[in-house]
């Protein structure tokens, strides 16, 4: 099992340029997750970011690809609007669940 760290707000961070199996290195990286004063939640950014980052690692290790996405907020509203529906499509196609 490989872990991959992003964090999302305003902007999307990677904190596990390569995901991991260590433990110490996974800590490490949530632990590294920034406070974003910015309040905003781009989820679907952030969803597209990780398939971006990931995806790749995943097939080509003959893996199968999940995100658990962590979170308190629904998002921003307009990019769900205009976003939600491609990022579905494009999570389905990679054959990526999320949770």
């Given at each position: 099992l490989l872990t991959g760290v992003i964090?999302?707000?305003?902007?999307?961070?990677?904190?596990?340029?390569?995901?991991?199996?260590?433990?110490e290195e996974i800590m490490a990286?949530?632990?590294a997750v920034p406070n974003d004063p910015s309040g905003a939640e781009?989820?679907?950014?952030?969803?597209n970011f990780c398939v971006a980052?990931?995806?790749k690692v995943a097939t080509s290790g003959n893996r199968?690809?999940?995100i658990i996405m962590v979170t308190d907020e629904?998002?921003?509203?307009?990019t769900?609007?205009?976003?939600?529906?491609?990022?579905?499509?494009?999570?389905?196609q990679a054959n990526i669940k999320v949770y």
């Open positions: 964090s999302y707000g305003a902007a999307t961070l990677n904190h596990t340029p390569q995901p991991t199996y260590k433990p990286a949530i632990k781009m989820q679907c950014m952030a969803l980052n990931y995806q199968q690809m999940a629904s998002g921003d509203m307009n769900n609007i205009s976003q939600l529906e491609a990022t579905i499509q494009t999570l389905k």
